[in-house]
């Protein structure tokens, strides 16, 4: 059974900074095409960064250059380095991992940018 589990969301301040983690089991992170997504209220859910199975990362141009996405294999753990953060980008992150016809999703966390 694959199970995506995410941590680390919570309320920070504007232009504070906030780690993401996405535990994996059941799937080897590093063999799917994997990111991060966001959903805010009444908005459609989407992506704030992805690594491909070549290991190239892609960034969306709201967070390019705030936002990093790393792993690390032998813990098979993605995450996600967000810095200068907006209160725009409050939203749920959810972790992704797709293999082929199969999307699997983490449970999400919230992220909150408030003063």
């Known amino acids: 059974q694959v199970q995506l589990v995410e941590s680390g969301g919570g309320l920070v301040q504007p232009g504070g900074s906030l780690r993401l983690s996405c535990a994996a089991s059941?799937?080897?992170?590093?063999?799917?095409?994997r990111g991060w997504y966001r959903q805010a209220p009444g908005k459609q859910r989407e992506l704030v960064a992805a690594i491909g199975r070549n290991g190239i990362t892609n960034y969306p141009d709201s967070v390019k250059g705030r936002f990093t996405i790393s792993e690390d294999g032998a813990k098979n753990t993605m995450y996600l380095q967000m810095n200068s953060l907006k209160p725009e980008d409050t939203a749920i992150y959810f972790c992704?991992?797709?293999?082929?016809?199969?999307?699997?999703w983490g449970q999400g966390t919230q992220v909150t940018v408030s003063s």
């Open positions: 059941g799937i080897i992170l590093r063999s799917t095409v």
């Open positions: 992704n991992a797709n293999w082929g016809d199969l999307d699997y």
